[in-house]
């Protein structure tokens, strides 16, 4: 038997999938490591506890291998995007990595996006102005950390720091280039003036690379940690959400992905770049002809979580003798649509796609004596699907009307939330019944840097049985007068966010 693995490196944890040649999942494994926020705002993570948690899930996945009848043929990576971690000259590490959910930046974030100068590097790179873009932070680190920038030879995210310790080259492949808002996306090469405005030269940065790109020949240290044959061929992949949309056979123009994990993502594959004129969506190269056009929204599985704590009755818990997720799922099911003319805004941690507004926070609207519990779980639910809608609108503008949408993430093992994110899109909601998609979208990409596929369409073999849900009509007329409602609050509140959230930090200090 051959087979192939596919490693995530997310957030709070690192994930191997092992794989055979026909992308059938054998084993996996996981890894996991402290997201440190020691400061309002910081989110980073500890490099080294990185690298160890990649080498021991690899490790594990290549002893689960009979390589005496066959050969593991590819390893390939998909991660999260849009960390920074600043080097040294002999490419160790003098910060930790400052990852995606860090929002130190805002200031610097608010300034170049208000600007003339802002708006061309949008249009040039498709990568919003937000605290979350590699560009914003570097500007931030330049400002606040003078002394570590000039001890610093070299930036790199997470995944090209890892080929670094692997492999001793300095490469990156051109998804996440392109999510660092200072790549081109009409040359694919690094654009001039936005490195100009984060003071960093090209030869501080990897060299851009296609996803398909191998590597082979570990270097000794990490070949003996891993066991895995020298000559292996590691591939640097995508970020994360991309090859979530390759993963569920999302690959046309027509079919949209929505992920609603911790956070959540609505994503669009098209063959050419697409950018938005009102700078709502982001557009990232994914491989060669291949674009993502999208949003990602900081609020999706997290803020239900946080409903369910302080929503569920703990005593009904107990008696009930279920899970507090399976409760909450249960009473939503009993509240009509529109939970009796309640509107949950989900901001709990500011938002990205549509607002890009570190500042916004969560609110009810509606709220009077008739609302219970039950109403106030129904509402935040409906309030993570109405962000979700916005942004998938934005989409639909941009790129055209959706056949299907393909939906995964946690929320996907719940009914109500299936049948509930169909009616508030209008749109019918296909939920493939294999849940590792960016694994198996880092596998496929490795397919085809060996040569044994030419294109992402054999991924609709690989995903299994889909099950389908149908918009219910009734449903949709209420959602359709609450959703413009939602769309009309948000913008009153847009302008008061930012002084509640200079409230809380006093608060808070």
């Excluded at 851009?208 to 590691?234: A, H, R």
């Excluded at 519990?373 to 809608?389: P, Q």
């Amino acid at each position: 038997m051959n087979y192939y693995i596919g490693v995530d490196v997310g957030t709070t944890s690192t994930k191997a999938v092992l794989y055979d040649e026909k992308a059938t999942v054998l084993k996996q494994f996981s890894k996991g490591y402290s997201l440190y926020r020691d400061v309002s705002g910081m989110a980073e993570q500890d490099p080294k506890a990185i690298i160890t948690a990649v080498e021991e899930v690899i490790r594990q996945a290549a002893n689960s291998t009979d390589l005496t009848t066959g050969q593991v043929l590819a390893v390939s990576f998909s991660s999260a995007n849009q960390s920074v971690i600043m080097l040294d000259k002999d490419f160790q590490p003098l910060s930790r990595v400052i990852t995606w959910a860090d929002t130190r930046a805002q200031e610097v974030a608010n300034e170049l996006k208000n600007s003339p100068t802002g708006q061309h590097i949008y249009a040039k790179t498709g990568t919003p102005i937000h605290p979350m873009s590699p560009l914003t932070k570097i500007m931030w680190l330049n400002k606040t950390h003078p002394e570590s920038i000039a001890q610093t030879a070299y930036f790199a995210d997470i995944k090209s720091y890892l080929f670094y310790h692997f492999f001793n080259t300095f490469k990156v492949d051109i998804s996440i280039a392109s999510c660092t808002g200072m790549m081109n996306v009409n040359t694919c090469d690094w654009d001039e003036e936005a490195l100009s405005l984060a003071k960093v030269s090209r030869s501080q940065l990897p060299e851009i690379v296609n996803g398909t790109t191998q590597e082979i020949g570990l270097v000794p240290s990490v070949q003996k940690k891993i066991g895995l044959p020298v000559n292996t061929p590691f591939v640097y992949g995508a970020f994360d959400g991309a090859l979530s949309n390759l993963g569920v056979g999302a690959i046309k123009q027509n079919t949209v992905a929505i992920t609603i994990g911790t956070s959540a993502g609505v994503r669009v594959v098209t063959d050419h770049p697409v950018i938005d004129p009102q700078q709502r969506l982001f557009c990232y190269a994914v491989d060669k002809g291949l674009w993502v056009v999208g949003g990602p929204l900081n609020n999706g599985g997290d803020v239900y979580q946080w409903a369910v704590e302080h929503l569920v009755d703990a005593s009904a818990v107990k008696n009930e003798n279920v899970d507090a997720f399976t409760l909450a799922n249960h009473v939503i099911e009993g509240v009509p649509a529109g939970a009796h003319g309640l509107l949950f805004h989900p901001f709990l941690g500011g938002e990205r796609a549509p607002l890009w507004n570190a500042n916004a926070r969560g609110s009810f609207f509606g709220l009077s004596q008739i609302h219970t519990r039950a109403d106030m779980l129904r509402s935040v639910m409906e309030g993570i699907c109405m962000n979700i809608a916005t942004v998938f609108q934005a989409v639909r503008d941009l790129v055209g009307e959706p056949a299907s949408v393909t939906a995964t993430g946690g929320f996907a093992r719940a009914e109500v939330w299936r049948q509930m994110l169909a009616d508030v899109l209008n749109c019918p909601v296909n939920i493939p019944n294999s849940f590792e998609s960016g694994c198996l979208g880092a596998i496929t990409m490795a397919m085809k840097s060996l040569g044994l596929i030419d294109n992402y369409e054999i991924i609709t073999k690989f995903i299994g049985s889909v099950s389908s849900y149908q918009p219910h009509q009734q449903n949709v007329k209420i959602y359709q007068n609450y959703l413009p409602l939602f769309q009309q609050v948000e913008g009153l509140l847009t302008p008061a966010y930012s002084t509640i959230a200079k409230l809380q930090q006093q608060s808070i200090h």
